[in-house]
């Protein structure tokens, strides 16, 4: 007798605003899936095991975690597996791996939640076939993470890619939101800049503040992509999350990153 039943794991999204939770091999085999509110840690990861206990059929072979930041990534680290210096209020120096791998008994990786979308898009999605590819998510804020050859990169921390220094774009005077450094990717070029910038969302946004933004938006993004391509050589970059939604900004940005790479290298 044979048994042809696919090996299946846990998945869990920790986001700042919900965890999602699945069991399954593949998207295509996704046999348990629930979402959770992010309320405070130990009600919250209570809720988390609860669905991995409870979940017909067998327990998973192991269980991944993809976490909003800052998290601890080195496994030698005392405090590997934690949530860190976070902003998300009652979340600082929270573990997310060991109580669910104590929990659950089994295996528990560890990433960033823009690493383990990476590591999707390169098993499953726009970055099928790559060994060395960049993704990165544009939304109320900017996070991206380094596959590189075939391994989610990180080495003293995660990657901030999103606080990268730009040039300020022609005509543009607004300050920058991030709290930290200002007018760097994230400050000029996040959801909720724009918001900031034109008093409403950007998916509320026409006529001519619409293209005024997707104008600052291609520059803002083309000049972050150009020290993210200098730097790392990526075979491919892989965008996602709401902003890049805007109409005609992903045409307007391949030409202002070849622009802006003016024919050197890559």
């Known amino acids: 007798m044979r048994d042809d039943a696919p090996v299946r794991f846990g998945a869990v999204e920790a986001g700042g605003t919900k965890f999602v939770c699945l ?5 295509d085999d996704v046999v348990a899936h629930t979402r959770i509110p992010t309320r405070d840690p130990q009600q919250t990861l209570a809720e988390v095991v609860s669905f991995f ?8 072979a192991a269980v991944g975690i993809a976490s909003f930041g800052p998290v601890e990534l080195r496994m030698g680290n005392p405090r590997y597996g934690y949530i860190t210096a976070t902003p998300k209020p009652g979340w600082t120096d929270t573990d ?5 791998g104590s929990a659950l008994g089994v295996p528990v990786g560890f990433d960033t939640d823009v690493a383990g979308a990476a590591l999707g898009e390169g098993r499953w999605g726009a970055a099928r076939g790559l060994s060395t ?12 993470a380094a596959v590189i050859g075939g391994r989610s990169a990180a080495g003293l921390g995660h990657a901030e890619m999103g606080h990268i220094s730009v040039p300020r774009q022609p005509g543009d005077d ?3 939101a991030c709290p930290f450094h200002r007018d760097c990717l994230e400050g000029m070029a996040a959801g909720g800049t724009l918001a900031a910038r034109f008093g ?3 998916e509320d946004l026409d006529g001519a503040d619409l293209e005024q933004a997707v104008a600052w938006e291609a520059g803002y993004l083309a000049a972050g992509l150009r020290t993210i391509v200098y ?6 970059i892989v965008i996602g999350g709401s902003i890049p939604n805007l109409p005609g900004l992903f ?4 030409t202002a990153l070849v622009d802006a790479l003016a024919g050197y290298g890559a």
Do not use: C
């Open 96 to 100: 997310l791996v060991g109580p669910i």
């Open 23 to 27: 069991i399954g091999s593949s998207p």
């Open 53 to 60: 206990k409870e979940a017909a059929g067998p327990p998973p």
């Open 251 to 254: 045409p307007l940005l391949r």
């Open 231 to 236: 730097t790392i050589a990526p075979e491919r």
């Open 174 to 176: 607004f300050p920058g």
């Open 200 to 202: 409403r969302p950007a």
């Open 133 to 144: 590819f960049v993704y990165m998510t544009v939304g109320t804020g900017i996070g991206a």
